[in-house]
């Protein structure tokens, strides 16, 4: 089928990007022994399996390609997102973008490709601590007008907060995750779709040139999240995962369908992950909306695709060698000539 075949050319052309990344890495930096077996509290335990994300401050790059079937608006979406995290003072804080790109592929009208909201934000480790085995990470984001060409960008013409607080405990062999948070919008819903108009900014117009009242409006949204993760072996664990949301509909709240839908948002999730070195990882999960009536059902089901890469170890660890090495000369005899 047409959009199996999408699916597979979106993951296909996903893994050779990694791969090319892959093997830039490893022809510049030199090669070292994985930790992930040896430090069981090493980033690579607590992966968000609805993102791909790691919830602790790291260095690194992922890559997710989502695949929603059978949206409410009889379309087949595909998502491909990039994030990057940059962390600094000892891992404590970090600070991370991240930018999707969205092709819908639509029913009984052309297809379309959009770019979403941009999010910037921030993550602090209160603890500090990487070798204990429970953790608290206090998140944050900003998210950035879409533009009101609404044949270009997707996500809401609006700024947007988003705040998490994540908890974190190891173990044995399980690792247990609990999110709380949610998103606030922070500015109103500006006029969309102006691409014909002859470019006098909304805010300078005479009252008879306002667009029409907007069918949405922004809500403050709940969410939480939760998942487990059992390390079969040192590279591979799976995962069950819950998310909770209310409005049904997140931060767009569709003011026609306001008395018909339901007012909570639930899905379950499970998957695997398999972790190629401390470094690299893949996840993939499968997502089940637990509301499942025909009319209101915002998709049908929908599968994640993550792989990431942290980068950055393998100075840290030379120059811990050399500072060692240096002490060891300094404190050795002198050498007669």
Same mark, same amino acid.
């Given at each position: 089928m047409f959009f199996i075949s999408t699916f597979s050319k979106s993951i296909t052309n996903t893994l050779l990007i990694l791969f090319a990344i892959y093997q830039f890495s490893t022809s510049s930096l030199s090669a070292h022994h994985t930790g992930?077996?040896?430090?069981?509290?090493?980033?690579?335990?607590?992966?968000d399996p609805f993102t791909g994300k790691r919830e602790q401050p790291a260095n690194y790059l992922v890559l997710t390609q989502d695949y929603y079937k059978a949206t409410n608006e009889n379309s087949n979406i595909f998502t491909t997102s990039a994030f990057v995290e940059i962390p600094f003072y000892d891992g404590k804080f970090a600070m991370n973008i991240s930018v999707p790109y969205t092709y819908f592929q639509?029913?009984?009208?052309?297809?379309?490709a959009r770019i979403g909201k941009t999010y910037l934000g921030g993550k602090w480790l209160p603890l500090g601590d990487f070798e204990r085995n429970y953790f608290i990470v206090v998140e944050g984001a900003v998210g950035f007008p879409s533009g009101p060409d609404t044949d270009r960008?997707?996500?809401?013409n609006y700024y947007a907060g988003q705040g998490n607080l994540t908890l974190g405990y190891l173990w044995n062999d399980f690792s247990?995750?609990?999110?709380?948070?949610?998103?606030?919008?922070?500015?109103?819903? @500006?006029?969309?779709?102006?691409?014909?108009?002859?470019?006098?900014?909304?805010?300078l117009r005479e009252p008879s040139a306002v667009p029409p009242e907007q069918q949405y409006e922004l809500k403050n949204t709940t969410l939480l999240q939760s998942y487990v993760t059992y390390l079969w072996k040192? @590279?591979?664990?799976?995962?069950?995962?819950?998310?909770?949301?209310?409005?049904y509909q997140g931060v767009d709240f569709d003011t026609e369908t306001r008395d018909t839908i339901p007012r909570f948002f639930r899905e379950i999730s499970m998957g695997t992950s398999y972790n190629f070195s401390e470094?690299?990882?893949?996840?993939?999960?499968y997502r089940h909306p637990l509301y499942r009536n025909p009319d209101h059902r915002l998709y049908d089901a929908a599968w994640t695709v993550a792989v990431s890469m942290e980068w950055g170890k393998e100075e840290t660890v030379k120059k811990e060698n050399l500072e060692v090495s240096k002490e060891d000369i300094s404190e050795s005899d002198p050498v007669d000539l």
């Open positions: 992930s077996s040896d430090n069981p509290n090493s980033t690579t335990r607590f992966i639509q029913k009984d009208r052309s297809d379309a960008f997707t996500g809401g247990f995750v609990l999110k709380a948070g949610g998103i606030k919008p922070l500015s109103r819903l @500006e006029p969309t779709n102006l691409r014909n108009n002859d470019g006098i900014p909304y805010w040192p @590279e591979i664990s799976f995962f069950l995962g819950y998310i909770f949301r209310t409005p470094k690299y990882n893949i996840t993939l999960a």
